[in-house]
């Protein structure tokens, strides 16, 4: 996860001189998600150590999190940061509280299921009417109550230093209504399926290849599509640009995974712990060995990585990993 998030990133800052805060939130993320492979550790290391049940355990780990974050961003600690740059000091106190907030309904997620199945099965009609209004009206409420009270504030600067603490109100109620029903939760956009699995490329380009004059502007590429041209004609600008600019964005991911697989490899083999297994690569329509030979695609357009142990001289079949 840390090299794929970030591979991609560092290549773009060294190449093309531009500072690595272009893209801060590529080490927003890795911060986060470094605290929560450490709360993991110290979730488990109760448990096995001092014998505490999973819950307590786990409790315990997300508490000295969320102490460790107040310590830190709560206290002129926070001002390491500038060590860096004004950005980063800004962007990480801006999602102070993300990670965390990530742990905790992590934590909570089981009883969150729970609860889904109690109140949406198909046993009880009556009951999965009442469930599905009741929490549409808290959702709703949710909302209403961060809009009314500080989603409202036109000024930035007086809203800024409350959003990390308040926003999680909008979330959850989001998620309660995109939840409401069985039917919500049984289906999904493939479309936003499709981006999200593009965010950190389309993400990262955005600045190079889609925005010009500091992310103000797009780029002129049919005639009249310029500020004085018609709606129409700048409408069509935008959707070629960004036509381009997301089929680029696709590329660049499979490219970036096909080559961090190579990467990771050459460094597995030269510290001599390469295993006996093959990776495969699907790229588009053509499947790739590490080794260069081409094979059969399997059909699936993204990236599959296929390891196939060697036992005996021969081949198992194959596990796929999507």
């Not at 590529?26 to 492979?37: A, E």
């Not at 199945?117 to 009741?134: M, P, T, V, Y």
């Amino acid at each position: 996860m840390i090299l794929r998030i970030n591979y991609f990133p560092l290549l773009l800052s060294f190449f093309l001189t531009v500072p690595l805060e272009l893209y801060y939130v590529v080490p927003l993320h890795t911060t986060g998600f470094v605290v929560t492979m450490i709360t993991c550790w110290v979730g488990y290391q109760l448990e096995k150590r001092l014998g505490l049940d999973y819950w307590k355990s786990r409790t315990a780990a997300v508490t000295l999190s969320l102490l460790a974050h107040v310590l830190f961003y709560e206290t002129p600690a926070v001002d390491f940061l500038l060590l860096f740059s004004k950005e980063y000091h800004f962007r990480f106190q801006a999602d102070k509280y993300s990670a965390w907030m990530g742990m905790a309904c992590g934590l909570l997620w089981g009883k969150v299921g729970e609860y889904m199945q109690w109140a949406h099965g198909f046993e009880n009609d009556a009951r999965r009417r009442k469930a599905s209004i009741l929490q549409f009206s808290i959702g709703v409420g949710l909302i209403a109550f961060w809009y009314g009270l500080f989603g409202s504030i036109s000024d930035k600067y007086a809203y800024n230093p409350v959003h990390p603490y308040v926003f999680i109100f909008a979330v959850i109620g989001w998620l309660m209504i995109r939840n409401c029903t069985r039917y919500l939760t049984e289906c999904h956009s493939t479309l936003l399926e499709f981006l999200g699995r593009n965010t950190l490329e389309t993400y990262v380009l955005q600045f190079h290849l889609f925005m010009t004059h500091n992310v103000q502007f797009i780029p002129v590429v049919i005639p009249g599509s310029d500020a004085d041209g018609s709606t129409f004609i700048k409408f069509c600008n935008m959707l070629l640009c960004g036509c381009l600019f997301l089929t680029i964005a696709v590329w660049a991911r499979k490219i970036t995974v096909a080559t961090q697989l190579c990467v990771v490899d050459l460094v597995k083999h030269l510290r001599g712990t390469m295993d006996t297994s093959r990776t495969v690569v699907t790229l588009g329509a053509k499947v790739v060995e590490n080794n260069g030979v081409d094979i059969k695609p399997n059909g699936n357009d993204e990236e599959t990585v296929q390891l196939t142990k060697l036992e005996n001289g021969m081949h198992n079949e194959p596990k796929t990993i999507d």
